[in-house]
């Protein structure tokens, strides 16, 4: 008598079992917030300086609000780009969801006048870059563990 038994591994255990939203809602979130409630909707106020500090070239070095949210999305875009190598069930609804987040992106961009500025474009391009960058590290890894005996 031969043994068939068929071992079956345990569910995805430390490869990304849960979702993780897109980070890249803080900023999204952010640059709304500040926009409609501080700014009142003029997307010329993300030019305001929040420090400015002198350099020893004698230079002075000044900090807008834009480029502190542009940082912001920055850090944001480098842990997602982080999650995007985990392998599992969850990275392709966490993908789908970055994917949401770049459409909501574009189609405020398009549509709304707050959103009608170099800060929001670039962080808008970041989106895209996280989708891209999502599903091109996927498929990548993903061909890797195919293996072929």
Not at 62 to 70: E, K, R, S, Y
Not at 73 to 89: A, Q
């Amino acid at each position: 008598m031969s043994d068939s038994t068929v071992f079956i591994p345990p569910a995805n255990r430390g490869r990304g079992g849960s979702v993780i939203p897109p980070l890249l809602l803080i900023p999204l979130i952010a640059y709304n917030f500040f926009a409609f409630l501080f700014m009142g909707g003029n997307p010329a106020g993300w030019s305001a300086q929040l420090l400015s500090i002198p350099m020893v070239s004698g230079q002075i070095w000044t900090l807008t609000a834009g480029d502190l949210i542009v940082v912001v999305g920055l850090i944001c875009l480098f842990f997602e780009v982080l999650k995007s190598t985990n392998t599992g069930r969850s990275s392709v609804i966490e993908h789908m969801l970055s994917t949401v987040v770049f459409v909501v992106f574009l189609v405020e961009f398009l549509l709304v006048g707050a959103a009608a500025s170099s800060v929001f474009f670039i962080l808008m391009m970041m989106a895209i870059f996280d989708v891209v960058a999502g599903f091109t590290v996927s498929i990548t890894g993903a061909g890797r563990d195919v293996s072929m005996s």
